[in-house]
């Protein structure tokens, strides 16, 4: 069992619909759990983070985390054409003395004008 | 200078080729990373450098050999490559050795020829 799972989309939605992003992971010890986003030929970059269960919200953006069902969600309220990206989730894994991020696959969201 | 820069952005080699990846990055980090990333496949981390120490080789074929010469650069030597290493190539850097944000080069798309 992969450790962070991700439906690999695409999701095409209009512009202006809420988008739900979801992961789901398998490793009671992850605690710490990121969002990233890709744009087509360049490399990820940190959209935001959450440290425990429950809600972030950053603009249009909300992190939800839930331990109890090791789910974790993105959603983008008013989504834009600009949104259109490769969105990641990561958690930190853990073990040794290094730092390393476990990704799911990554969801392509297409949001049409 | 962009955060995390990688040269390379495309390269094409045949299977008997030797060829180098590059990265750069100018934020001070003191970790630094490769990942590859396939079509439909999550992030796979490579190598781990911490103060231009390997600290983790994720059970990589020995065609890819990582050089780390100092904090602020990485490289990937590649030779005797296969068809199946196709793939983007991305660097990373982060501060700490704790879970912690990492920043990422726009990547170089690889083709084996």
């Known amino acids: 069992q992969k450790e962070v799972e991700q439906d690999p989309g695409p999701l095409s939605v209009p512009e202006g619909a809420i988008v739900s992003l979801n992961c789901t992971y398998s490793n009671s010890a992850f605690q710490y759990f990121m969002w990233y986003r890709q744009y087509s030929r360049k490399g990820p970059e940190l959209l935001m983070y959450t440290y425990s269960s429950g809600n972030k919200e950053d603009g249009r953006f909300t992190a939800q985390v839930d331990k109890s069902s090791k789910y974790i969600s993105l959603f983008i309220r008013d989504s834009q054409p600009s949104d259109s990206a490769t969105y990641l989730c990561?958690?930190?894994?853990?073990?040794?003395?290094?730092?390393?991020?476990?990704f799911g696959t990554g969801t392509l969201l297409a949001v049409q004008p | 200078e962009t955060g995390v820069t990688q040269t390379p952005r495309h390269l094409v080699m045949g299977m008997t080729n030797k060829k180098s990846l590059k990265c750069e990055q100018h934020?001070?980090?003191?970790?630094m990373y490769w990942y590859k990333q396939s079509a439909k496949k999550p992030l796979e981390l490579m190598f781990v450098?911490?103060?231009?120490?390997?600290?983790e080789n994720n059970s990589v074929p020995s065609r890819f050999s990582p050089e780390c010469p100092n904090s602020s650069h990485l490289f990937l030597h590649l030779h005797t490559l296969q068809p199946e290493d196709s793939a983007l190539y991305l660097c990373a850097s982060s501060q700490g050795q704790g879970p912690t944000e990492a920043f990422f080069g726009q990547g170089t798309r690889l083709t084996v020829v």
């Open positions: 450098y911490n103060f231009k120490e390997q600290t």
């Open positions: 934020l001070g980090h003191n970790a």
């Open positions: 990561a958690a930190p894994g853990y073990g040794g003395a290094t730092n390393k991020l476990i």
